[in-house]
């Protein structure tokens, strides 16, 4: 009978620590779809997890090139997982959104995915706020002939054509701090 109590509190203090890791450090999730081939989801048959590091973007710190999940600016019950092109201030040549070069207004973000002309992205919905961003994918954890660290990397044919900041990593301006 004194394993009942035991249990209990194992169990009750288990649940916090998991949740609060889920919301301060991060999660594995499913990424589904063809848009960020061929970094993820290389082919059709495989369908790859990655970690998710809320601590990673816990400041809003991004640099071009990353891999991030966010909220759907079309749809908030979905999230999405695109790379990070262009941050605040830079100016980017799009595909076929309503202009053909756009300034990206402090705050916010250009996202596209790896799969140019299969993926819904900012050239469909065109800036996205930076508080959109939930997490940043770090690894693929699963399948495991794809372990590896994801690295922050930006196609040649997809760089600003002007950059907001003369550097790399750049912190958004959220709810008045930095």
Not at 14 to 29: E, H, L, N, Q, R
Not at 97 to 109: A, D, M, R, S, T
Not at 115 to 138: C, E, I, Q, W, Y
Request: charged share 20%.
């Amino acid at each position: 009978m004194m394993k009942i109590p035991y249990l209990i509190k194992t169990i009750a203090l288990s649940i916090p620590i998991g949740v609060t890791f889920v919301d301060c450090v991060g999660y594995v999730a499913r990424v589904e779809g063809a848009s960020m081939q061929p970094a993820l989801n290389p082919d059709a048959d495989t369908c790859d997890y990655v970690f998710l590091s809320r601590w990673a973007i816990r400041n809003f710190t991004v640099e071009r090139g990353d891999i991030v999940s966010l909220i759907s600016p079309k749809d908030p019950e979905q999230k999405i997982i695109k790379r990070v092109v262009a941050l605040q201030g830079d100016v980017v040549s799009t595909i076929g959104y309503k202009n053909p070069y756009v300034k990206i207004p402090e705050g916010f973000c250009w996202v596209e995915g790896d799969h140019t002309g299969n993926s819904l992205d900012s050239n469909t919905f065109g800036p996205v706020s930076a508080g959109l961003m939930t997490a940043r994918a770090t690894y693929i954890v699963w399948p495991p002939n794809r372990w590896q660290k994801i690295l922050s990397h930006l196609p040649n044919q997809r760089k600003p054509i002007s950059l907001g900041k003369s550097y790399q990593q750049h912190q958004f301006v959220a709810n008045g701090k930095v």
